[in-house]
Every structure is written in C-alpha cells, then in structure tokens.
C-alpha cells in the first residue's frame, strides 16, 4: 500500500480502550457484494478551458485561422519604421479542409513586422523549459526569414529563434526555444524584418514535456500538471468526451469522434457549445480544436489505468437547447459511428479501423468495455432512438455494455421527476444494463440521500453516477463554492453508493476541470491557471475513495449512536482489501461534535500491524483551497495500535475519516 498524505505527528492518537455506548459492529465474514473495480472514476469534457485552453497544451489559440473570426486572437505587430497589412487567405491553402491561413504583407521591414498570438488567456510559460515551435509557411513572393518572439507581459522578449530560408512552396518549419524567464501571460510573436510576403498557417507552440510516453508510445502534447492530478485520483474509469458537447447545441455542432482522430491538420474545429451557453460567462473565443481527439482519450484512459467509458451522440442535440432530431429513418449514419467506434477501439488490426488505429500507432486493443448512448437524453424520442442503437450493437458486439440515460437532474429539466420515472419505467423493461443518473444538488440534499439506494430495486439494472456535484448556492450559478462543507455532503453520499455497492458500480464528480480566468461552470473539481493547479476539497473525497476502494462491502451495523433532530450524524461504510489484508472503514461524521464511537470486528483477528486513519476535515465548513493555499484541505495520516478488534474512535466534527485496519488472514 502507498500512502500518498505524509504522517502527522500533531496527531493525537485516538483509540482508547473501549468503553463507549455508541458502538459499530463490522463482520468481516459477511460480505454483501464484491466492488467494481472500476467503481470511483473521473469525467473530462471540454467546459472550463479543460481540453483547448487546458488539458490539451498547446499555447496558440485560434492557430490554424479557422475560427469564424479568422483573426481572433491574433494582432497585428508593427515596430519602428515598419509597414505593412495582414489578411485571412484561402486560396490554395496547404490543407484544404482547413484552408484559411494568415498573409503577412510587409513593405517597409523597419524594426519587424508581423503578427502576435495572446495565447489562450495568456500563454504559461516556464523558466528553462524547452517550447517547441512549429509552423506552415510559404514565401509566395521569393525567400524570406523571420523570427519567433516570446514576450513577457511586461514587453520583454524571453525566447527567441530565426526561421529562414522560407520558399515559395507550403513546409513545415520547426524549432526548439527555451525561455529565460517564467511568465504567466506570455504572447507569442512571428516578425519579419525582410520586405515580402509570408504566409503563415497551423502556428503551434508546445511545452516540450507535453509529451507523455505510455510504453514508449507518446500521448501527444498534453499539459503534465494537469494529468498529474488525474493520474492522483487513480480513477477506476475515464468517461469523455461530455456532457452537453456529445450533444451539440445542434446536431452540426454535436461531437463526431471520426472527425477528431488521425493528421491533426485536418481536424476541423467546431464551436464549443459552452462558448454562448451562459450569457453571464460568455466565452466567445472558445472552440474544440480537437487536438484532443478519441485516439488520445483512450491513450490517456490507458495511461490512467482507467476502463475508458465513451459516451456517443444518438441522433439528438442538447434538449436544453434545439433539441434537434434525426428522424429515426436516417439514424443508420449514427448508429454506424457507434459501431465503428467499437471496431477502433477493439477490432484486429486487419478491420476496417482496427487498421486505422494500428496507424496512429496502437495495434493492440483498447480493450473497451463500455460505452454511453446519449448524454443528458430524455421522452420517448429517447427510447427510440435508444433501442435502435441496443439491437445493433448488441447483435455485433453483445459484450459491450451500453449505459442509458435518464435525463439530466430530475430538479431542472421539464417535468424531470415525472420523467425520470417514464424512463426508468421504459428502461427496466428494455432490461437496461447501466441507467445513468446526474445530480447537481445542495449539500443537505446529498446528506439526506445518502440512503437513496438502499430503496431501490436491486435487480433491476445497475446505476452509474454519471455527473454529480454539490452546489453551495443553485445550479450552473456562477457563486458556488468548492467548500469543505459541501465535499462532506458528497463523501456522505458516496458512502451511500458504497454501501449499495451491488447496485451502484459506477460515479464520477463533474466538472473535472475549470481555468480561473475561463470557466463557465462552477463548482469544479480542479482549477487551473496558465502555470499552476490545486484540488478542491472535493478532489481529496474522490481521491480518498478511489485509494480506499477496497474489493468486498461488509456489512456494518451502528448501535445507539443519537441522532439529534433525525439528522445522521455518522456515514459509514465498510469493506475488505484483500490484497492488503485490511478493513477499510469510511466515515463522515457530519455534525461539528466530535464521535466517540466503539469499533468492533467480528470474525476476524488484527494482524498486530498499526492502523492507520486518514483524515479530512477543516478549520471551517467553508473553508475552501485555492492557488495560495492548494492544501488548506487536506488529508492527513495517523498511526496507532490497538489492542484487541474492539477498540473506540473519535470521529473528530465535520470529517471524513478513512480507517485502514490490518487484519489476519
Ligand atoms: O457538467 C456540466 C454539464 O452538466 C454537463 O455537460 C451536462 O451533462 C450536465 O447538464
């Protein structure tokens, strides 16, 4: 076992000899269920800057010049005694599919003249570390050089290199540059000091250690810190790519994985559909460049050790928005697209896109288990289009589990309750697999749920948490904190969903990721800016749930514990690690009082090895991390001994406290 949090020795230790009232009993030998593996996962779609503008490194935003304002984010650089005009072309552009590029026109060369990128609210840019610059160009008019500028936000040029000898022919230029110094809203300029003309297209700037090897197999250009923190919630599963953006605002804007795999010069980019969704966050310059495409997620997937989970557009657009439909006689294209998805992710290299995938440089398999039909889909315009996609796949690929939907939260959408119960009804029928539920929901609501399950029918189909989150103030509002109090109310709920473990296989929290200066959604579970990151308080529950998993729920009975005002004052779940050889406990007392509660063991022995507690808590339930203090929440780690398998614990107030208690085999 590798504990991540360090031993703090301010820890008192807590177990005492065992006398109090209030007293758990725990049977090892009675196992209720086996846990999923895959059971605490992670959900990346691109709101917030997470992929263009975050995840997904590149600096330059709007590089290929095929934003529909073709100039946005470029300006025009003319120094001293300079002249000269720039223009958006298309004709007989390098790449055809993307054909606007930029014309750079210098008549008088003075000091340099040119054009400079702001990067996506700025460019992060580190001291020493090596960018990789890359470009299409082509000199129309004869040879010209020019040379590639990083500036600070105070003025100073901190990197530099020449490009020269550009001809009257597309190439590609590249070159390596390293600054002297870090900034974090750096620019990027491409001068000229030669008369002539100089076209430019696909301008691109990378962090050199964006580069992630898998086995030798580069994942391309991704930003480290960010996947570093994905890497830390060692996540059971990955569901990308949305959320909303699998849907499209409209069904031309929907997400077509087909369209994000392969020569990146040739991936169209398409408006995000966060960019006009709130009118309060607008976001006009954000677009899916598709950099980060359905090769790299399942890299990424792979990487992360986690069971890729694809969720894929079945013929509607987001029912919060158009809610368009394709009519059910011409969904064969879509239902296709989810048949080749299978076939890439799975196929031998000798089909169609197995072969596809072996080119871009994976001829193993994916090993994809399952995938979402739909996002956030509901009415019976659904559940046609639903069982359409069921019959096919299953017929071609009867392995495959295939989640369906219920809607988004039953709170917001029209009538949710009411149709929430329609398609649970209609699904249930269908003998639906996995039924995906999202819930965005304030923290009282989430403490009283954490018996949701315990009511449900356990033999129907399973339950995935597709989306869920705490909101402090009301949904999608822009005031809601990442606070203490409201990743308490979550850690209860996951208890819950622990505790029904036979029934619930799957959760993840969402958003994943906000930038600071860009994000449309909050809470989220990491915030980022163009250098740095931190985990919410929310992010140490999930981490602490996914490094706690263990493999068997136990079964545990609580005795005499008060419950003042029918309030829960403990959350607790329990089960076996087999491997380690230990009973994890999981616990939120969720009162500011401290429990006192007498643990007792049955039918097992301690090993005689220390028990260690991990635990989160905070000065105050509002207390949140941030930049300047990204660990003001967060686990700390304790040993001790006990004597015999009953032993008393204090629960300290408004805690989550995971136990780990090594017991004989
Ligand atoms: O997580 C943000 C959005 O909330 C998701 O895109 C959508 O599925 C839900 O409505």
Redesign the pocket.
């Known amino acids: 076992m590798s504990w991540l949090y360090l031993l703090d020795s301010f820890i008192l230790l807590m177990a005492v000899p065992a006398h109090a009232e209030p007293r758990v009993d725990i049977d090892i030998s009675s196992v209720k269920a086996q846990i999923n593996p895959a059971m605490w996962g992670t959900?990346l779609?691109d709101?917030n800057f997470a992929a263009d503008g975050g995840l997904y490194a590149e600096l330059v935003k709007n590089r290929s010049f095929e934003f529909p304002n073709a100039t946005a984010g470029w300006t025009k650089v003319q120094k001293q005694r300079a002249r000269g005009v720039i223009s958006i072309r298309d004709t007989d552009p390098f790449e055809p599919k993307n054909p606007h590029y930029m014309r750079i026109e210098v008549s008088l060369a003075g000091e340099g003249f040119g054009i400079a990128n702001e990067g996506f609210r700025g460019m992060g840019i580190r001291e020493g570390q090596k960018y990789w610059f890359s470009v299409y160009a082509r000199a129309p008019m004869g040879s010209i050089s020019f040379r590639v500028e990083i500036v600070s936000q105070d003025g100073r040029v901190i990197a530099q290199a020449k490009v020269s000898g550009v001809d009257s022919q597309w190439k590609n230029y590249t070159c390596t540059i390293v600054p002297t110094q870090t900034c974090p809203k750096a620019k990027l300029n491409l001068l000229t000091t030669e008369k002539g003309l100089l076209d430019v297209d696909m301008v691109s700037l990378f962090p050199s250690d964006g580069t992630l090897s898998f086995e030798g197999r580069p994942i391309p250009r991704l930003r480290q810190d960010l996947v570093q923190m994905l890497a830390e919630l060692k996540p059971g599963f990955f569901r990308f790519p949305?959320?909303?953006?699998?849907e499209g605002r409209d069904l031309d804007n929907r997400y077509q994985w087909k369209n994000t795999i392969g020569d990146i010069n040739k991936r169209k980019l398409i408006i995000s559909?966060?960019n006009n969704e709130f009118a309060h966050r607008y976001t006009p310059d954000y677009y899916q460049s598709f950099g980060l495409g359905f090769y790299e997620y399942f890299l990424l997937s792979e990487k992360l050790n986690a069971e890729p989970m694809p969720i894929i557009n079945c013929g509607m657009a987001c029912q919060?928005n158009t809610g368009q439909l394709v009519p059910m006689d011409e969904l064969g294209p879509y239902v296709q697209d989810a048949l080749d998805l299978i076939e890439f992710a799975n196929g031998s290299v000798d089909s169609k896109w197995g072969k596809i995938r072996a080119e871009l440089g994976h001829p193993e398999p994916f090993n994809l288990k399952m995938l979402g039909i739909g996002?956030?889909q509901w009415g019976p315009q659904y559940i046609g289009r639903y069982k359409v996609f069921v019959k096919a796949i299953k017929e071609k690929y009867p392995d495959i589990k295939l989640i369906a939907a219920t809607g988004?939260?039953p709170a917001?959408f029209p009538n949710g309750y009411k149709e929430v119960e329609y398609l649970w009804s209609e699904l249930r029928k269908l003998n639906a697999e996995i039924v995906d539920e999202?819930f965005?929901r304030p923290p009282e609501w989430f403490f009283e749920n954490a018996y949701r399950y315990d009511d449900y029918d356990h033999n129907g189909p399973k339950i995935f948490i597709?989306?869920f989150?705490t909101q402090s103030k009301g949904i999608?509002r822009p005031d809601n904190r990442n606070n203490w109090y409201c990743s308490l109310a979550e850690a209860a709920f996951m208890i819950g969903l622990e505790r029904n473990a036979d029934l619930v296989i799957m959760a993840c929290y969402?958003?994943l990721f906000a930038h600071i200066d860009a994000w449309q959604?909050t809470p989220d579970l990491i915030w980022f800016d163009n250098l740095k990151t931190y985990g919410t308080p929310n992010y140490y529950v999930q981490q602490l749930f996914s490094l706690n998993r263990g493999d068997k729920l136990l079964d545990v009975q609580t005795r005499q514990i008060p419950e003042p005002e029918g309030k829960k004052p403990l959350y607790m779940s329990a089960c076996l690690d087999q491997k380690a050889s230990e009973v994890i406990i999981k616990a939120v007392n969720s009162t500011g009082k401290n429990q006192l509660v007498t643990i007792n063991l049955k039918s097992t022995q301690l090993s005689g090895k220390d028990v260690v507690a991990i635990v989160l808590s905070a000065d105050s339930i509002t207390a949140e991390n941030s930049f300047e203090q990204p660990k003001k929440v967060y686990p700390k780690q304790v040993q001790f001994s006990v004597a015999d398998e009953s032993f008393e614990y204090n629960f300290e107030p408004y805690s989550l406290t995971v136990l780990r208690i090594p017991v004989s085999r």
């Open positions: 959900f779609e709101i949305g959320g909303c953006i699998v559909r966060w919060f996002n956030e988004s939260d917001i999202h965005y597709g989306e989150a999608a969402a958003p959604w």
